[in-house]
C-alpha cells in the first residue's frame, strides 16, 4: 500500500511541531544546540515549533496521512538574497534566538552558519528538516515525502539543497541523488554538517 501524503496547514501545527521535537531529539545537530537531554527536552520544541511557523507561512509543509513523518520545504528564487535582516530591521538569527531561547547562542549561531554555506543564485528547492516518528522510521516515509517533490523538481527541471546531519544520512540522500557540495560545515566544537545539492535528472533517468 502506498504512503499517503498531503500538505499540512495551520491545523497540523501541533501535530508537526510534536513530530518533529520527537523525531530530533537525539539527532547529533539538536544535540549540539541544546546540549543536555533533560535541557534539550526542555526547551528543542520551542526551535521546532519556530521552524514550522516559519514554513507553514513562507513554504510547504507534506505530512504523511497519519502524522507518522513529514517535511518542511522551501522554494529558494535563484535572486534571493539569502537570510539576515528581517521585517522591521530586526536580525532575523538574533531575533529567533530571543523567541526561542534567549540564552543560548547556538540558536542563533546555526542559523548564521547554515545561511553561510547556502547556495545563492539558482532556484531550487530547500529540505529544510524531514522527521520520522521513532517507531516509524526504516519503512521508507522520508524516501516517500521526498521522492514526491524529487519528482515535480525532475519535471520542472529545478534543482535541490539540503544539509545532511549525519554520515548515515548523506548515504540516504546520495540514494537519491544528491551529493556532497563545498567542504561540511564543522560546528564549533560540534558535529559535522554535509551541504548537498541535487540536480534535476531527466526523465527516465535512473539512480
Known amino acids: 500500500m502506498g504512503v499517503v501524503i498531503r500538505t499540512a496547514g495551520g491545523d497540523d501545527r501541533e501535530l508537526v511541531v510534536r513530530l518533529l521535537d520527537e523525531a530530533f531529539q537525539d539527532d547529533p545537530v539538536s544535540s549540539w544546540v541544546f546540549p543536555g537531554a533533560e535541557y534539550r527536552r526542555a526547551t528543542h520544541h520551542r526551535l521546532m515549533a519556530a521552524f514550522t511557523d516559519a514554513t507553514l507561512a513562507d513554504g510547504r509543509v507534506d505530512l504523511v496521512e497519519d502524522g507518522s513523518a513529514c517535511a518542511l520545504w522551501m522554494s529558494v528564487p535563484a535572486e534571493d538574497p539569502g537570510h539576515g535582516e528581517a521585517d522591521g530591521g530586526e536580525d532575523e538569527f538574533a531575533g529567533l ?12 549561531m546555526i542559523g548564521r552558519l547554515t545561511a553561510g554555506i547556502h547556495p545563492q543564485g539558482r532556484a531550487h528547492e530547500y529540505l529544510w528538516m524531514i ?15 521526498i521522492g514526491t517533490v524529487l519528482d515535480r523538481c525532475d519535471r520542472e527541471g529545478r534543482a535541490a539543497y539540503l544539509e545532511a546531519s549525519s554520515e548515515r544520512s548523506v548515504r540516504l540522500y546520495r540514494r537519491l541523488g544528491f551529493e556532497l ?27
Open 97 to 108: 534566538r530571543h523567541a526561542v531561547d534567549p540564552d543560548n547562542e547556538r540558536v542563533e
Open 181 to 207: 557540495t563545498g567542504e561540511p560545515l564543522r560546528l564549533p566544537d560540534g558535529p559535522l554538517m554535509y551541504p548537498m545539492w541535487r540536480e534535476p535528472r531527466a526523465a527516465g533517468t535512473q539512480g
Open 131 to 145: 522527521g520520522v516518528a521513532p517507531g516509524r522510521q526504516g519503512e521508507g516515509l522520508g524516501t516517500a515525502l
